[in-house]
């Protein structure tokens, strides 16, 4: 029995599932598929798919840190996290593909072995003495779930965000005012109207921005300029960014 609670176990779930269908789009990519471009501008997918595997080892590392106390950050720094993808993404494909599989491996591995007191740990998501938000360990799966989900679509390979589940659509808008919170955007509300659901970040009374869940996520992740969305007070505004 997990010992995970909800909703990370929730979220558990729903990044195995994510993870399952990253690697079912990958599996027998040849050389030349992964170094051509992703959707990121100057990324290869190479690129992408390297930094996911070293965002899995980075969000272990944050486990790692809530399970023991140590005040592990994510990265070593930003300078050393970007070197690591450069010189990862010129690999050969089946070494970068497998390191994919092996990093989300260790990451699935080290979740399920979290006892029930390290998921409520505060931890710090890239150092311990940084400025951003201190996070409880329960949120690693979901911040997990959506580098997946946002990069398996940044690869070019036909997967959007209308391919996503909607519970997981759903998780990843519940992390969302969190995010919004603070930044220039806020107060704001964004109605998901296939869900049925609303979430505001900010205080209430601010413009509505309203669509599908997938477009949404595609606004909120600056992956569109908000196609597909409707803003009571006019243009739809720039996302302030989301991962």
């Known amino acids: ?34 170094a051509a471009p992703s959707v990121l501008p100057g990324w290869s997918r190479g690129h ?8 899995a080892d980075g969000v ?5 840190s809530a399970r023991t106390g140590a005040p592990f950050g994510m990265y070593p720094g930003r300078p050393l996290r970007n070197a690591d993808i450069d010189a990862g993404a010129t690999r050969p494909a089946d070494m970068i593909l497998l390191d994919v599989r092996a990093a989300a491996e260790r990451l699935a591995a080290e979740l399920e ?6 998921w409520t740990a505060s931890i710090s998501p890239f150092a311990p003495a940084s400025a951003e938000p201190r996070l409880p360990a329960a949120a690693l799966p ?28 759903a998780s990843m808008l519940d992390q969302l005012p969190g995010r919004f919170g603070g930044s220039d955007l806020a107060p704001v509300t964004v109605r998901a109207t296939d869900l049925g659901r609303s979430w505001t970040a900010g205080a209430e009374g601010g413009p509505v921005i309203e669509g599908s869940a997938a477009d949404i996520l595609a606004w909120a992740t600056g992956r569109s300029a908000g196609e597909g ?10 996302s302030p960014g989301w991962g």
Not at 60 to 64: D, E, N, S, V
């Open 60 to 64: 272990r590392t944050l486990a790692l």
């Open 113 to 118: 072995a979290m006892p029930a007191e390290a």
């Open 142 to 169: 979901g911040l997990r779930m959506r580098e997946v989900e946002a990069h398996h679509i940044d690869l070019g390979l036909g997967y959007t965000w209308t391919h996503s589940p909607a519970p997981m659509l």
């Open 1 to 34: 029995m997990s010992t995970a609670p909800e909703p990370a176990r929730t979220d558990l779930d729903l990044l195995r599932e994510a993870t399952d269908r990253l690697l079912a789009s990958v599996e027998g990519l040849d050389a030349a598929a992964v």
């Open 229 to 238: 969305l409707t803003c009571s007070a006019g243009a739809v505004p720039a």
């Open 48 to 55: 992408v798919l390297t930094h996911l595997a070293r965002n």
